[in-house]
């Protein structure tokens, strides 16, 4: 019988992105989080069991603040994405504090997931269509000749801000909605009705077509991501820490591209219909907030997402 599948949530970098815990703005009236909605829809979805990555430094407060109200809900576990979390005979670049990148976040949770699992961003509101389409894909898609994976992606111009530049994963499908590549633009800009990236610091723009599909980091995989992960690392640290061994990082994409090249896996695209919110600059917290009232007026999410059980 197939695992049910598990909800793994990247929060390891929440406590430095917003200088603590406790300084993280709710979204509605209630005190709820972007990062609660997602339970909520997770939940609705049909998964029952959360994995949370975080810092170790961050555990009492993460707890305090997100963890424990949701705990009567949904079965919880944590799992501690650390620095010093490396193959047998790597050291620490002195120096080093940024993490390893979230291709090592997942690799953290190589002991506790045995079965197929999906991972998502802390802090973005993904839409409730996309846990569902997600957790059906788990349920019932299994490795064959392939290790057959997942991504959810979205409309390039459902997921930009008005108040900045923002990094997305550009991605090319086949006829089949199989993923071939992904590209990593680093800066796309909304100008006037378009979207368009530079890789040239703002001297060439390129236009994107509103058919442009992107990668949230909403990923759906099979346990055998785990083992790749792993094997994976060691190579990526020979290669990276000589060029660049304080800012380097170890990103899911990438490994999922390198999978694609050698013929190991397929990912299949299910494609979003739903927003994506988050608040890339602190201007978008009007937008988040709005976004989830009137979420709540259409009847998709009650006042109180924790009724106490």
């Not at 992606?153 to 930009?160: A, D, I, P, V, W």
């Not at 509103?210 to 990668?215: N, P």
């Amino acid at each position: 019988m197939n695992k049910k599948p598990v909800l793994v949530i990247m929060a390891a970098g929440m406590g430095s992105r917003y200088g603590g815990l406790k300084q993280i703005d709710p979204v509605d009236a209630y005190g709820n989080k972007i990062i609660d909605f997602s339970i909520y829809d997770a939940i609705c979805a049909g998964f029952d069991k959360v994995v949370f990555i975080i810092k170790k430094g961050i555990e009492k407060e993460f707890k305090e603040n997100i963890g424990d109200r949701m705990a009567a809900h949904v079965q919880v576990e944590y799992v501690y994405q650390e620095l010093a979390m490396l193959p047998e005979g790597y050291q620490v670049p002195e120096g080093r504090v940024k993490p390893w990148g979230t291709a090592h976040a997942v690799l953290c949770c190589r002991d506790v997931v045995d079965g197929p699992f999906a991972v998502i961003n802390a802090d973005d509101y993904y839409g409730r269509s996309a846990f569902v389409s997600i957790y059906d894909q788990l349920n019932t898609v299994t490795d064959g000749e392939k290790y057959q994976y997942t991504m959810v992606g979205y409309k390039l111009y459902n997921t930009l801000t008005e108040n900045g530049h923002v990094a997305r994963g550009v991605c090319s499908t086949d006829v089949a909605g199989k993923l071939i590549d992904i590209h990593e633009r680093t800066r796309i800009e909304k100008h006037g009705d378009n979207a368009e990236f530079t890789e040239d610091d703002g001297k060439t723009w390129t236009g994107l077509g509103e058919d442009t599909i992107v990668s949230m980091n909403m990923w759906g995989f099979t346990s055998s991501v785990l083992k790749e992960l792993e094997e994976r690392f060691a190579a990526f640290l020979d290669r990276e820490l000589p060029v660049n061994p304080v800012k380097c990082e170890y990103f899911l994409p990438f490994v999922v591209d390198e999978l694609l090249k050698e013929g190991k896996a397929e990912v299949s695209v299910l494609k979003s219909v739903d927003r994506w919110y988050g608040v890339t600059y602190k201007e978008d917290k009007e937008t988040v907030v709005n976004a989830i009232k009137g979420l709540k007026e259409a009847g998709l999410y009650p006042d109180k997402l924790w009724e106490e059980k």
